[in-house]
């Protein structure tokens, strides 16, 4: 999750959280594939793709980048064997936009929490918050909040600190490639961040403020990227908002034939940092097989995308130390 919250109901996670994935059920449409859904307020991620797993009927669904219900914005929604992906996409970048509130701290970070500390906030200008973002930019040690889903000998934090605990956490490393102030007024402060996997929003915002000598709390958050998408800025992948899609699935089969299939992204949209190889004909069946081949001019490390010489995507594989490159996880058919 990317901010906190004291309501039992709303269970904190961080912005590079663990991969949900809904059990999978009898019934349903086998469809493959990624729908970037635009998560609105007050879903949590798992509502959100209970819904729109059911308006697509489809047999089996997941998330990956859970979005507490205080945020919104960029959930992709995967059916199928797009779901085998999700741990790939866990070290995806993130990108967000948050607005922060200067003189304000609470327990949580964010405004469901309960106020802790209050400060007058200084006269301020751009370049005095400039100077504060400078020391945040790049790679930093960050502890992560009590408020946050990590365990502490079997608990969650979240718990912990509900229980009125604090207990000692180990500060990760984050790299924050770009923390761009859109804006501000004499109480609040708008940025553009993009991060690493396992950043804490909230308690960037936190952080900033304490730079700044006042302290801050998230106001509003929205993630507006998620790996190879962009859903807020031109020339980004379309997303669907909920509206969106119920008002899809009422044509469907009327004026737009198919119209909820059509939005659906193929698998290996999700996989465009990795290199792509095409095999020829002879080492298909043996790959699919998954059986290792030796492909010419194939990456000599790390994972790439696997191809059949009619360009259907196959799945992931990765080279041995003899050379050869195996099948990790294939996804077409035999």
């Not at 085998?84 to 970048?93: C, E, H, K, M, V």
């Not at 994972?303 to 080279?319: N, S, T």
Request: aromatic content about 6%.
């Amino acid at each position: 999750m990317a901010t906190g919250t004291t309501s039992p109901a709303r269970r904190p996670t961080r912005a590079e959280p663990a991969c949900s994935l809904m059990a999978r059920k009898r019934r349903g449409r086998d469809i493959n594939g990624i729908v970037l859904f635009d998560k609105p307020l007050g879903l949590s991620s798992n509502q959100a793709l209970q819904k729109v797993r059911r308006l697509f009927d489809a047999a089996k669904a997941g998330h990956t980048g859970s979005l507490d219900p205080a945020a919104s914005g960029l959930l992709p929604v995967c059916f199928g064997h797009a779901t085998r992906i999700s741990g790939l996409l866990l070290d995806a970048d993130k990108t967000y936009r948050v607005t922060g509130r200067f003189g304000t701290r609470t327990d949580s970070g964010d405004l469901d929490g309960e106020v802790i500390a209050t400060r007058e906030v200084p006269v301020l200008d751009r370049a005095g918050i400039e100077a504060a973002l400078t020391r945040f930019r790049g790679r930093i040690e960050q502890v992560p909040p009590m408020y946050s889903a990590l365990k502490h000998e079997g608990k969650r934090l979240y718990e912990l600190a509900r229980e009125g605990k604090t207990v000692e956490r180990k500060a990760r490393t984050i790299d924050f490639h770009e923390i761009t102030l859109e804006g501000f007024s004499e109480t609040e402060f708008t940025l553009r961040v993009h991060s690493s996997k396992g950043a804490y929003i909230r308690t960037l915002i936190e952080d900033i403020g304490e730079a700044i000598g006042c302290g801050a709390v998230v106001t509003q958050l929205r993630r507006i990227g998620l790996g190879p998408w962009s859903i807020d800025t031109a020339g980004g992948q379309p997303s669907y908002s909920l509206d969106d899609l119920q008002a899809i699935a009422a044509d469907d089969g009327l004026e737009i034939p198919d119209g909820l299939d059509r939005v659906i992204l193929p698998t290996d949209s999700a996989l465009g940092a990795y290199p792509a190889i095409v095999l020829d004909a002879t080492s298909v069946t043996p790959v699919r097989h998954g059986h290792p081949v030796f492909v010419p001019n194939a990456p000599q490390t790390g994972w790439f995308r696997l191809y059949a010489p009619d360009d259907l995507f196959l799945g992931m594989g990765e080279v041995l130390d003899d050379g050869r490159t195996a099948p990790r996880r294939l996804f077409a058919a035999l």
